[in-house]
């Protein structure tokens, strides 16, 4: 397993165009966020699940690989990385109401279960870690092509690796080790990001595995293991960014480990007071990967406060822009759940 290096960061090539599209993305995700939060609150939607405190990892892992390119088989908490790769504030709205035009389903799986065509972002299951030996497969076919020669391995227009995403209480769970097993073995293009939150739901870390890190069990795979402090947008970035070299370039497959911590409780159906305590929570929103990253653009100059609060301002009215259309938006009729199950006959 590899600690992340100082030496040689890709971030530091980062132009400020760049940063600053990084930064709205993460900002854009959360202002999203709270008001589903909130719309939960109000009884509008029946359940959501929350990305706050997760934006730093999911943006640095989106902007290292080939958005709307690669493959990307997401899990239920990334709603910063579905946002980088195109999914807008309106169209997660729609699915939060399960309204006509949803775009990952029709409105037939729950909010959160991302699935965009367009950006080639996979269509999830409800059962944890199943995405995992999806992406692999996926990578599998991806090696399989370029080596019969029917794409070529250097076309950045094809797509060159699978990356997927789940949470370290996920790994517990058989697929994971099935999907890490085979890239292993067939050194796959192939990425697998843990956003390590230290609780599976309500069961802490300790509980879950007996070793410190879950990158700890790369090397029982033949993957390259690394593990990364998650609120660090620039050093997700930097480790992410050497992984997707590595996946492009026939290294085979990586397993990041993002430290993180959720900002809520699992779920909008949680009580996380019945497991952590409010001094722990109150800690980590010290440790905010919105807000550090708002202090490094700041210290370098790349935006001053009031380009921070006019980005604020800005998704704050897209938000509110969103929420009117979701809810302007009529819902299906009750015959629509019969349709678009199977395939038609022609």
Known sequence: M????AVARPSAHLDADTLRQMYWIMLLSRRTDER???????????FHISAMGHEA???GMAFAIQRGVDYVNPYYRDLALVMALGVTPAQFMVSLFGKVGEYSSGGRQMPSHFGYRP???ISGSAPVATQVPQAAGLAFAIKYRQQMGLVDANDATQPRLALTCLGEGSTSQGEWHEGMNWAGVHKLPFICMVQNNEYA????IEAQMAVSNVADRAAAYGVTGVVVDGNDVLAVYDVAKAAVERAYTGGGATLIEA???RLTPHSSDDDDRTYR??????????KDPILRFQNYLLENSIMTQAELDDADARAKSIVDAAQAEAESTPYPAPEFALGAVYAEEN
């Open 259 to 261: 430290k993180t911590y």
């Open 119 to 121: 950006a080639n972002i």
């Open 57 to 59: 990892c999911q943006v």
């Open 277 to 286: 305590s409010r001094e722990e929570v109150e800690t980590w929103k010290k």
């Open 2 to 5: 590899q600690k992340e290096s």
């Open 36 to 46: 589903a939060w909130v719309l939960h609150r109000q009884g509008k939607i029946a």
């Open 201 to 204: 739901i309500s069961v802490p």
